[in-house]
Structure formats: C-alpha cells, structure tokens
C-alpha cells in the first residue's frame, strides 16, 4: 500500500551499507519510523534527510509491522539556512533532540505537527533574536504538550513554580517542601517569551521594560524549563546538544 504523508526529520540512524532509518514526526502518523533504501543514485537524495527537514515523502508498506519504506521524495520548502548556517543548524539539533525525548505518540495531531511545521520556517527566515529562538520553542511546546504554565505573573507573585505550573510569591524562609521555583530572572523571562511573537523575538519587552538576555541566563532558563517539562511528562530528560548550544550563542 502506497500512502503519501508530510514528515519532519528529527533523526536518522544507518543501516547496512545503504539503508537508513528515518526517525521522524508525520502529519498522518505522528511519531514514527521510515526506512530510506539508498542506491548510487538515491544516495544524493540523503542530504535531504537532515534535522528538520520537512518533506513530502511517498512510503510504501505491506501490511506487516515491518517498517514503512520510504519510496519518493520532495523537498516543499527550502530549508538551506539550516544546513549552511551554524547558529540555526545547531537549533535545529537541539530542537529535533528536545522534539525527540518529548513527542512520543504515534498518532496524528495537526495541531503539534502545524507549529513545529510553522517553527521550522520561522527559524528559517529569522534575522533577529536567532539567539533567542530554542527558548521560545521551548516555552511554547509546552502548550502543545498540554502543560502551558498559568500566566498570572506580577510583581506579587514573580517567582515560578514547576510542580504547580503557576507564579507564586516570594517565600518567606525555605519554600514548602517538594516545591521547585525557578529564580526570578528565569522567571520573568518565562512570563515575557510567553507573550511575545515567535517573529519578534530581537527586542523582548516585559511590560515597558526591554528584558536583556546573555547566554547564562538563556542556559538557566532552558535548563529550568527542561525540569519542568521532565516534571510534567513524568520522564526525567536529558538534552545533550543543549551545552553545545550554550557555547554557539556565548
């Protein structure tokens, strides 16, 4: 059986001398694996197979639980900024890594598969804030994933809880115990990215206030929110690519 569908690749894994195992996130499918049989020929169609690429693909499955074969392939947007420009080829590793610990359900779900699908050409077209780019992603996977923190930040309540997904105030002692908050520079951080346009990403306001962010801050804060999200899912993640990021934008 023929099946036509659109993927985003997170990860590919060789096999053989010649095959390669797509690990990938698909309009129709959700998460889910592909098999890309390469000749002499097909073998040049393997650079399309690189982290967040999106492709329209034409697989081919027998009816078994054998792995879908990929047989055709088409490139729909062009992504070259991915490859050729470190700064967004190193978000787009993290990303796909994040996206690959994180999106585990193999069913369809056009709303995630529409913003990673929309993120992915942002990222591409982003001249400002590049930087600042993964963290935003960051925060705003988490209402795709259904655990979007409560936004009630302001000046009496400034400090992050991840078990409760919510702003609370500034305790008095030792916070209540199996509590985790976030510091308060993380904390306003998150409050502003959760207000600000993925395309706005050069300038961040908080209120009237323009929010200064340096790589120390951007690594506390994704390592924070990878807490919570760990919290959440009730899988403790590890993102490898995350220090490597860190070094790139320091």
Do not use: W
């Not at 492709?55 to 392939?73: A, H, K, W």
């Not at 209402?143 to 400090?159: A, E, I, R, T």
């Not at 916070?175 to 959760?194: F, I, K, N, V």
């Not at 009237?208 to 990878?226: F, M, T, W």
């Amino acid at each position: 059986m023929l099946t036509k569908s659109q993927i985003i690749v997170l990860h590919t894994i060789k096999h053989g001398d010649t095959g390669i195992v797509v690990q990938c996130y698909s309009n129709t499918a959700g998460r889910c694996s592909l098999y890309f049989r390469g000749s002499s020929k097909k073998m040049n169609n393997a650079s399309m197979l690189h982290k967040l690429n999106i492709l329209d693909v034409v697989t081919y499955s027998n009816g078994t639980q054998s792995m879908p074969t990929i047989r055709e392939t088409t490139v729909p947007y062009n992504l070259s900024s991915l490859r050729s420009d470190i700064y967004k080829s190193s978000i787009a590793i993290f990303i796909s890594e994040l996206l690959g610990k994180t999106v585990r359900e193999a069913e369809a779900n056009p709303h995630l598969y529409s913003f990673i699908s929309s993120s992915i050409q942002i990222l591409e077209h982003t001249t400002e804030g590049t930087a600042n780019f993964h963290i935003h992603f960051m925060t705003h996977l988490c209402k795709m994933l259904g655990f979007m923190p409560l936004d009630n930040y302001s000046k009496d309540v400034p400090l992050f809880d991840i078990a409760t997904a919510r702003f609370v105030p500034q305790p008095y002692g030792q916070p209540a115990y199996g509590t985790q908050l976030a510091g308060a520079a993380e904390s306003r951080l998150l409050h502003t990215l959760m207000n600000t346009p993925s395309t706005n990403l050069g300038v961040l306001r908080c209120g009237n206030e323009e929010v200064k962010v340096n790589g120390e801050l951007r690594l506390s804060y994704a390592k924070r929110l990878i807490e919570y999200i760990s919290h959440h899912i009730g899988n403790t993640i590890e993102i490898k690519s995350l220090d490597i990021l860190h070094q790139i934008f320091s």
